[in-house]
């Protein structure tokens, strides 16, 4: 993986390092979540098991979650305020896309 050098405010570049166009100054490229479900453990640590654990994390406020204090954490605090039927469709959704052989 390439070094993606960062702005001194703490911000990354995004794909500008790269094309060094400045329309693409903090655009990045969205990953897929094609094929999530046989994907387990989450997140870059692997601390969840299941979609709906990551989907839980999210709508408590991602960002607010558990592990150490960063200073430049990038992840909104924000909670989603799904119910419990909207997370459970979801993970549902997610699901659907995942072709089964």
Same mark, same amino acid.
């Given at each position: 993986?390439?070094?993606?050098?960062?702005?001194?405010?703490?911000?990354?570049?995004?794909?500008?390092? #790269?094309? #060094?166009?400045?329309?693409?100054?903090?655009?990045?490229?969205?990953?897929?979540? #094609?094929?999530?479900?046989?994907?387990? @453990?989450?997140?870059?640590?692997?601390? *969840?098991?299941?979609?709906?654990?990551?989907?839980?994390? *999210?709508?408590?406020?991602?960002?607010?979650?558990?592990? @150490?204090?960063?200073?430049?954490?990038?992840?909104?605090?924000?909670?989603?305020?799904?119910?419990?039927?909207?997370?459970?469709?979801?993970?549902?959704?997610?699901?659907?896309?995942?072709?089964?052989?």
């Amino acid at each position: 993986m390439p070094f993606i050098p960062h702005l001194k405010s703490g911000t990354s570049l995004g794909l500008y390092w #790269r094309s #060094r166009e400045d329309p693409h100054k903090g655009m990045f490229k969205t990953p897929t979540i #094609r094929y999530k479900a046989l994907t387990a @453990p989450y997140m870059h640590n692997g601390i *969840y098991g299941t979609l709906g654990e990551v989907v839980d994390f *999210y709508n408590g406020g991602g960002g607010a979650g558990p592990g @150490p204090e960063l200073a430049y954490q990038t992840l909104p605090f924000d909670k989603l305020k799904l119910s419990m039927e909207e997370q459970t469709a979801l993970v549902d959704f997610i699901m659907t896309l995942t072709d089964e052989p």
